[in-house]
């Protein structure tokens, strides 16, 4: 059984999961993805100052994101599910959620929610891949009560659209 370290990006974490030979899973909720870029780079370097194989460093992703059929139809569903789970969670705490705009900002290519059509996450997905090499990724959809069909649907396009250009571009089998 393969056992990674979860990390939400503290530099700590990083050394930690070295330290104790384990694949790197980073939990990423927003930025931009050169800035996580920063850990995968940090990740590799010390595992390799380590001494440990090359081939067992691992990194995963799991950021917040949806597909469908068209970047609008994406954008619109999740904002508004995932604005009410924020507004909830964040209200238990007694802090506000930031505006559904300041989270929409978050969607774009230069932010870590990875939200559009297939197209889009493929590119998404490739392009934080070219900057750390990241093995897995995750895309938390099922968020504020979005109906199953809708998340569904977005694991359908996930495995009949994204994965299979992922793999052309990559060669992986």
Not at 6 to 21: K, Q
Not at 70 to 88: G, I, K
């Amino acid at each position: 059984m393969k056992i990674w370290l979860g990390t939400g990006g503290s530099p700590d974490s990083v050394s930690r999961a070295v330290e104790l030979g384990l694949p790197m899973f980073l939990g990423i909720l927003g930025g931009t993805p050169e800035h996580w870029a920063r850990y995968g780079h940090a990740y590799r370097a010390a595992w390799d100052e380590a001494g440990h194989p090359a081939e067992q460093a691992d990194i995963a992703v799991a950021v917040h994101g949806f597909v469908a059929e068209s970047d609008a139809q994406a954008r619109s569903t999740y904002l508004e599910h995932e604005h009410r789970m924020m507004a909830e969670g964040l209200a238990e705490l007694g802090r506000p959620a930031p505006s559904p705009a300041d989270r929409a900002a978050q969607y774009g290519p230069d932010g870590m929610v990875f939200v559009g059509s297939p197209d889009e996450i493929t590119d998404r997905i490739l392009h934080l891949h070219g900057l750390f090499g990241h093995t897995r990724q995750i895309l938390q959809m099922d968020v504020g009560g979005m109906p199953q069909r809708d998340f569904l649907h977005a694991i359908e396009l996930l495995g009949t659209k994204v994965l299979p250009q992922i793999r052309a571009e990559l060669a992986w089998p």
